[in-house]
């Protein structure tokens, strides 16, 4: 499987965005993806997690009751619908499809949050 996000940009405080994953291959409904974000000299970050079929999802505290992950199998692809945008929400989102077997991860896309 390949990923590939999109969807990032610039918005004012309390905008909102949707990011997109899109996956290419076979066997997409068998991996987990995580959201995960990374500001320039930090650690990168988990955001958010949805298990292969969808059925759990999972939140980091500062994102939690604000982003909201979605996918849809029968299109190969996931999303994360942010609301309520903070500045310190700017980073670059990436995304990562993961078995027990292989692990994928797109090149990213930004977001950026500034008035």
């Known amino acids: 499987v390949q990923v590939v996000e999109s969807g990032g940009g610039t918005v004012q405080p309390g905008g909102s965005l949707r990011l997109s994953c899109a996956a290419s291959?076979?066997?997409?409904?068998?991996?987990?993806v995580t959201w995960y974000r990374q500001r320039p000299g930090e650690e990168r970050e988990l955001v958010a997690q949805i298990s292969a079929v969808g059925r759990s999802t999972l939140y980091s505290d500062p994102v939690r009751g604000r982003f909201t992950v979605s996918r849809d199998n029968t299109k190969n692809m996931v999303w994360l619908q942010m609301v309520n945008l903070k500045p310190e929400d700017t980073a670059v989102y990436l995304c990562?499809?993961?078995?027990?077997?292989?692990?994928?991860w797109g090149q990213g896309t930004q977001v950026t949050v500034s008035s």
């Open positions: 291959g076979f066997g997409f409904s068998d991996y987990t």
């Open positions: 990562q499809a993961r078995t027990g077997l292989d692990t994928a």
